[in-house]
């Protein structure tokens, strides 16, 4: 299969179920919204490393957020709930109360499970109920003026690790082609990306094959600067870099969608040669989302 | 004692004791550069809930930066040295290592303490020493290309918790003033702030009067919309917002320094009316950052 | 009328007929095809000043652009069909074929009227026609590569000169209104502003009272720091700063969702307490965008 | 000669004396101060097509702009005075006055030439004069609230046209040395690049082969695509892509400090292989920036 020449190969992304949550955090403007939800998706690539993986999802404009101030939705994904329970009341309290002017509410308000982020006895006994819109919300008085959070935030069971992996002829044309990938995640709704800027130019493998007390290593089969001197190079001929996207979505369709939409872009950019994706034969997840079929 | 017709109370911050590393993050462009270490310093607005504080000290141009790319000064701070360590390797691995197009350089050389990295493991024997300039570094293949790392990162005895108050006549002017404070922290070299965006509007007291089981709850004594309400309300008269500014630094010196020009920019801003800082009666720390002594 | 406590005066904007051209840029990636857009849209607040009134639109993903790539939708306005062409060709071979990895497509390609660019005599013979999709397009050989450029531009009667006042208690707070309602044009399609950062806060009207030879002069009946020495004052009791945003559009359709979202934007945040509007008897143009019944 | 492996050709930029004069513009953040900016400094590539060459020398926090905000030194040349003092007036007219919170200094105090501005006639009467620090300003109410203008800017005769070319192995590596370089203009005092992000991947020659009524065409003999049928061309082999910077300074060192160290920047980026400049046969002035020379 070929998409504007470039060589889709005929494999598939295996990827995890996740518990789900969005946050809505708004703020006075754009900059400040975006800082708080950059700080709490920092440091958040994986959930092994930084306790769960967190991405923005989408910009939310002044016309499209519950308090009618420009926000983002943030996507945050753990396979345990109490996990997931724990980070994002944590990474509130640490990035989102701390930061001015910033407000939270539920991104998924029709999901049935919730998670309870009780953060109002922060008020110490002078916070209070309001509303905001229809919402019915905690404002606690804080030295900046008002902390406004809806405490019970959606929680859905979604899946972690949709990937796929763009290959090039050189570094700079090949990362330019996955920054666009990353452009339409970032648009489409219920998808988001952990790492920074939502690309990743460095695959792990578990284990090592040298190191024994390594959990794990560099993806060697697809590094493309040891290509002559690893026997079991995988690197196409002519590929210079590889950079990956890994998503989180808050369905299989979001994830299927966040993967054909990205893969289409990063084909139409100059240098790319070939599309694959990462499996681990079954012991990362249940869900394989083949590359051919969700591009037909 | 007034600044440009702004009270400074005459008040100390208190800081304490922390083991501080600064890491160089270069990358191909400042986007990239920026990106990373924006994700490294994610969600470590504090020890207690972050696992370390961290924020970025400075950019670096090209002209500055070990490799000629473009970077920025990462500043880490934690009290045991230990920890400090642990959140130094977890946060490269997985906030710098899966950037793309990284590199990590050692940003304190002077320094006889040194934290090992270790990082050179993930090559899985694909890893090779090399130079950048004098710098001798590992080389490590990656999906992306190469990884470069110097992997003993300097570490000296500096401080966490320097801090002042901003107060003012309304929120967004009292927060434009801070964000001016925090424009002057970072042009300093040695110095940093990790709130999201360098500023907070949610300061803290230790523990909580009405629910015992918090270890922490609003500062309610600097809460401007509670002043009628509290009898124990610290907040003067015609105040509407307070926003506070932590730094750690490399030395009481820098400390001291973005203290003082933080304090002086902001009082230059339309709508500040008070300068004040936070302290615990020793509780938090030996150090005693006088206001009317950095700004004479 | 009001709208969350916001006085709504029963007045219009006045507004003209004017040419209208959407163009699109594209490029490598978002930063450059920003770049490329803001530079084509600098100096251009105005017909008189600037030679035209320009504005990014609004933002392109990889997905909605004719190459696949991030892209901006430029709109540039003139009464005078003339000199609408000489800006786009100008503002075209100035900023956009300088800069770096752009391309340039037809914005309104239903548009019946065409502004002809014919740029590729830049190639000096070595240019030669292609497709994009389903657009053809000239391909002209560049020190960086090919510049790509669909030359016929489509041109529509359209609309200059919408406007709104939102007035407040304070400049910071008023300001972050007014950028609020401008994330909300940004959004919408059809319609931009022209303004640096889409907000003035600097209107004028004709002529000078004082200064025979001034052909404008400030507002000064809508100047909150002369309301008290100026008899002719318009300023509200308690309002300290007044912004105003300038909308241009394809349709009066346009133009009015853009006057309403915006307005409606600001009314959420706070200090905001009045939206007015500016008219000038007919003067200016024979389109009157009533602000109660866009509301209502 | 060869830095870092890159051959350095022996060749020299030919540039022009051109008026020069630098603007504060300070506003209320980086980000307002940065819009007026950017705006102030559009559609000015050149002084054909733009009236003017105008670009950001450098930012300034806010220790050091004159009024304690954060600001963005402005440069703008002309090889004629009188047609220099007309943009400036036209651009601050319509691109820092209308912009929110916004002040102009002048960025060249010890320069014995003046430009008077005469702004603030705008103030019809009710403008009047007071101090920042020991400056003498004019502040001229508007909606906004005062606009502050120091009306006397400096103004010295400079260099226009000082450049150099860098060339690639692919179009994206070697824009990024180009945006490298760039950063490193851009940090330095009293020099500036007028193409948008700083970068251009057009250059021209004089005239047309092929089309009579062209002043100007395509640099054809270093457009990499058209290397095989072009006889003239001087493209090396291996070159993809070549990008130019075109700077304007002060003086003639502050022109040969950026070339310096621009190319020197370029240099340590992968995939740059040549580094040569423009030159006209002494048509278009007298100044000649020694590669050799300036880089030894």
């Not at 002829?169 to 990306?193: C, H, I, P, R, Y």
Request: hydrophobic fraction near 40%.
């Amino acid at each position: 299969m070929e998409i504007n020449g470039v060589v889709i190969d005929d494999t598939y992304a295996e990827a995890f179920p996740a518990w789900i949550s969005e946050l809505i955090i708004t703020a006075a403007n754009r900059y400040l919204a975006q800082e708080a939800a950059e700080h709490a998706t920092g440091f958040a690539s994986s959930v092994i490393g930084g306790g769960v993986e967190a991405g923005i999802d989408r910009y939310l404009s002044p016309r499209k957020s519950p308090d009618g101030r420009p926000g983002c939705m943030v996507l945050m994904a753990h396979p345990d709930k109490k996990l997931l329970q724990d980070q994002i009341i944590q990474r509130i309290a640490e990035c989102v109360l701390t930061a001015p002017t910033t407000a939270i509410f539920n991104g998924l308000p029709n999901a049935t499970e919730k998670i309870p982020v009780k953060l109002h006895f922060f008020g110490d006994g002078y916070e209070y109920r309001t509303k905001v819109g229809d919402r019915t919300v905690w404002a606690i008085p804080i030295m900046g003026g008002e902390f406004i959070i809806e405490e019970q935030i959606g929680c859905i069971e979604g899946i972690a690790g949709g990937n796929f992996l763009i290959m090039g002829t050189d570094q700079m044309s090949t990362l330019t082609a996955a920054q666009a990938a990353v452009e339409v995640v970032n648009e489409l709704e219920g998808a988001a990306t952990s790492f920074p800027g939502g690309v990743t130019g460095s695959g792990s493998k578990i284990g090592s094959k040298k190191y024994k007390f390594m959990k794990a290593s560099t993806n060697d089969a697809f590094c493309p600067t040891i290509k002559q001197k690893n026997p079991n190079s995988l690197v196409p001929d002519g590929v210079k870099a590889i950079f990956e996207i890994v998503i989180d979505g808050i369905s299989e369709e979001a994830v299927k969608q966040a993967m054909a939409d990205g893969i289409r872009a990063a084909c139409r950019m100059i240098g790319v040669t070939h599309i694959s994706a990462g499996h681990y034969g079954g012991t990362l997840g249940p869900y394989k989302f083949k590359l051919h079929e969700i591009l037909s």
